[in-house]
């Protein structure tokens, strides 16, 4: 994968040390904590990339409407649809040939997947769908090139372009740790709280749910975070 894309940027941090945290995520709601490294997120990654590129049969010039919060089994699969080909949208989108939704929520899309940390049993269960899938990492070849589309209106590579800048904007220095309260309603979300780690080789650490300024102060601390993009 070439490294002007945002999945050739996560295959890029996968080869050079897949061991190290890549995303902690806080339910503050819950009081849960669930903590993936590089390579563990990469086995989901390859599990969503074969349910969309082998047993769909979608690749470049597809979309993928992915309309999910912000949470650790979502980071998958941005990067998953990403690694597959396919073009994101944040919202419902009727060309789309695949949406990833909330359990409940509905898309217009042939294809629709329930997303939740733990499996339903239904037909449209997402972790029931990539469950039998390969998740060698080895096996994940990216059909994408830097001119095919990512994002509405952008490019691959027009996305890592704008996501360098707003690094630099943002103050993430090489290998930065990013702690988010950021919710993902938009393009620039994935942009400032995915890519822009991602392409300075950084990590994330996702806060949902209540959190005033002292507890992210505290998660902070405990999770070494280098940088706060509210």
């Not at 969309?52 to 979502?74: I, K, M």
């Not at 419902?92 to 949406?99: E, G, P, R």
Request: aromatic share 4%; hydrophobic share 45%.
């Amino acid at each position: 994968m070439t490294p002007d894309t945002p999945e050739g940027c996560f295959a890029a941090l996968m080869a050079r040390d897949p061991s190290r945290p890549f995303v902690t995520h806080y339910d503050e709601a819950t009081g849960g904590r669930v903590e993936l490294s590089v390579k563990s997120t990469a086995n989901w990654v390859a599990k969503t990339h074969h349910l969309l590129g082998t047993e769909l049969g979608l690749s470049v010039g597809d979309v993928a409407s992915v309309q999910l919060p912000a949470d650790w089994l979502s980071l998958p699969v941005l990067l998953g649809c990403l690694s597959a080909g396919l073009a994101l949208t944040p919202a419902d989108d009727a060309a789309a040939s695949v949406a990833f939704v909330a359990p409940g929520a509905s898309a217009s899309a042939l294809d629709v997947y329930a997303v939740a940390p733990q499996p339903t049993g239904a037909p449209d269960d997402y972790i029931g769908a990539v469950r039998p899938q390969a998740d060698a990492w080895a096996s994940v070849q990216s059909p994408a090139g830097p001119d095919d589309p990512c994002l509405p209106g952008l490019t691959r590579g027009e996305v890592v372009a704008r996501a360098r800048v707003r690094a630099s904007e943002l103050g993430l220095d090489d290998g930065a740790r990013v702690l988010t309260t950021r919710a993902w309603t938009s393009a620039d979300d994935w942009i400032d709280t995915v890519v822009a780690p991602l392409v300075v080789g950084g990590s994330l650490v996702l806060l949902t749910g209540p959190a005033d300024d002292a507890l992210v102060a505290r998660r902070v601390g405990q999770e070494r975070a280098t940088v706060v993009v509210h």
